[in-house]
């Protein structure tokens, strides 16, 4: 029987993420080259980044521009991969809106990935800057509304430059898309042991959206007895998280505050080089992206002090996404290993080695215990 082989577009973008995104290629390859494993991956790597914007005017091309001969390298491309690694984007020469806009949001939201899903827990060997918590005391997964809410680019600039002048930023908030984020992280609570879901909104202030946002919430929970929900409004929620991180388990919530909350998070659980995230097409009719939550992190680009167990982390996210679940499970305990075990870890965690030395750490790892890629 042939191995299904899955296209995996890579995109490494601006700062570190190419360099993240090659330690994430060079640790995967060592899963496939492994006799034992029943997949392959072929990896297509993507330019996309402000260097080709600043040369181009584009970030990503279009689908019909003949690139060096080759046709159809732009959006049309990607959806034809079963999944994207995302590396980051942002530099100092373009507007972040720009570069923002440009390339991650001109995926996520033509490619409907609706559901941003990011685990935040405390690793063993990795310390919290919370006092006395430590493994097992925070262990949270963020589901963050990705296609609409505060994000959804509707406003608009008059008066440019006048005394008067106005700026609109407009949230949207839809009945179908609050329907299909809530059931999914109902379904995600489920599927976790403690059945627990946090809903955050600010519905004492925002008093249509948010009010909205809480009674899809109350309707789709009677089609989850088995989870228990509580509310919280977000700005309560950040003493909770800080406070009594034990007590939250599944949390769901807008666009702008699950991305402030989730770097929190990644913050209280250790560093934000570690944290994944993954862009989540719930109806599989496109890919899925999946990406470390740093940013290009310009300030370290090129002195192999880049964290890559966020892109690691993200990369297991994937192989799970992919239904390759002894693989990503392989790859989870390379990096427990790494950052507990043999104390390969870069700065920002208290180590002292290189993106490369974690990087070939990992493969030693995934090379002499391949055994657990195999059924029993
Ligand atoms: P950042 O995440 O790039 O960096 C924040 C701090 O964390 C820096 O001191 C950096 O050195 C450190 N850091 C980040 N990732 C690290 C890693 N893997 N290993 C070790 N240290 C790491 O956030 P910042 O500085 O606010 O943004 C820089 C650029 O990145 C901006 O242009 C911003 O727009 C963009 N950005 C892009 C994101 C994306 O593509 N998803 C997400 C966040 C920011
Ligand atoms: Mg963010």
């Not at 043999?342 to 030693?364: E, F, L, W, Y």
Request: hydrophobic share 35%; with cysteine; proline share 5%.
């Amino acid at each position: 029987q042939p191995k299904p082989t899955y296209k995996i577009a890579c995109i490494g973008g601006d700062g570190i993420g190419p360099e993240v995104i090659s330690a994430g290629v060079e640790v995967l390859r060592a899963i496939c080259a492994s006799p034992r494993c029943g997949f392959d991956l072929e990896f297509h790597e993507y330019d996309w980044s402000s260097d080709r914007y600043l040369r181009t005017g584009r970030y990503i091309p279009d689908d019909d521009d003949d690139l060096e001969g080759r046709k159809d390298q732009g959006l049309n491309s990607l959806k034809e991969k079963d999944a994207i690694l995302f590396g980051s984007v942002g530099t100092p020469s373009v507007p972040d809106h720009i570069s923002l806009w440009g390339l991650r949001l001109s995926i996520c939201q033509p490619l409907q990935m609706y559901a941003n899903v990011r685990p935040s827990k405390i690793l063993p060997g990795i310390s919290s800057p919370l006092s006395g918590v430590t493994v097992g005391d925070l262990d949270w997964l963020i589901i963050r509304e990705n296609s609409e809410g505060e994000y959804s680019g509707h406003g608009g600039r008059s008066h440019l430059g006048q005394d008067h002048e106005v700026a609109t930023e407009v949230s949207i908030f839809t009945r179908s898309s609050l329907l299909r984020i809530m059931r999914f992280a109902f379904s995600q609570a489920s599927l976790r042991p403690r059945k627990l879901l946090t809903v955050v909104t600010k519905s004492n202030a925002q008093r249509n959206g948010m009010v909205l946002w809480d009674q899809v919430a109350s309707e789709v929970s009677t089609e989850f007895p088995d989870v228990r929900w509580d509310r919280m409004l977000v700005d309560a929620m950040t003493v909770r998280m800080v406070r009594d991180p034990a007590s939250l388990d599944t949390i769901v919530a807008t666009n702008l505050h699950a991305d402030i909350l989730s770097d929190l998070a990644a913050a209280l659980s250790g560093s934000i080089g570690i944290a994944p995230t993954a862009n989540l097409d719930p109806t599989r009719r496109n890919p899925s992206m999946f990406e470390p939550i740093h940013g290009s992190a310009t300030d370290i680009v090129g002195k192999g002090l880049a964290n890559p167990v966020g892109t690691f982390w993200s990369s297991a996210m994937m192989l799970d996404w992919l239904g390759e679940t002894r693989a990503s499970q392989l790859l989870l305990q390379a990096i427990r290993h790494c950052c507990q075990e043999v104390n390969v870890k870069t700065p920002d965690v208290g180590g002292s080695s290189t993106t490369g030395q974690v990087t070939q750490a990992m493969i030693r790892y995934i090379t002499s215990n391949d055994r657990l890629l195999q059924l029993d």
